[in-house]
């Protein structure tokens, strides 16, 4: 297993925009997906964005448009752009790596990071 940090959450008005980070600690070549999930209270966790080891992205229909994730391979970090934020948006954001596709399956993860508190008020 990795060892994943995230930081970057807070709080902000709703249309703002936040960007998350996460260091990525003992990347091995079997690590196939890294990406973000969030869980709103009393909400199951959901997947929100992936980028898989070829560098393809793909993202939840809730947030296509407005969130890209990215990778920086020298930094070995993760991150999360969010802009026009919705107060929806509120949750606990996880990021995670994995080495069984497809990346929007929360079963294909096998490293998780702490989660870092976004709250978006109206």
């Known amino acids: 297993q990795l060892l994943l940090v995230e930081s970057g959450g807070g709080s902000v008005q709703a249309g703002g925009s936040l960007r998350l980070s996460c260091v990525v600690f003992?990347?091995?070549?079997?690590?196939?997906?890294e990406g973000w999930f969030r869980q709103a209270p009393g909400k199951e966790r959901e997947w929100v964005a992936a980028?898989?080891?070829?560098?393809?992205?793909s993202y939840a229909v809730s947030v296509k448009g407005r969130f890209t994730i990215s990778k920086d391979n020298a930094k070995n970090t993760l991150y999360l752009q969010m802009n026009s934020l919705k107060v929806e948006d509120t949750a606990m954001y996880y990021c995670?790596?994995?080495?069984?596709?497809?990346?929007?399956?929360?079963?294909?993860?096998?490293?998780w990071g702490q989660g870092t508190q976004v709250t978006v008020s109206s």
């Open positions: 995670a790596a994995g080495p069984i596709p497809p990346c929007s399956w929360y079963g294909g993860y096998n490293s």
């Open positions: 980028i898989d080891s070829d560098g393809s992205t």
């Open positions: 003992g990347y091995t070549v079997s690590t196939y997906c």
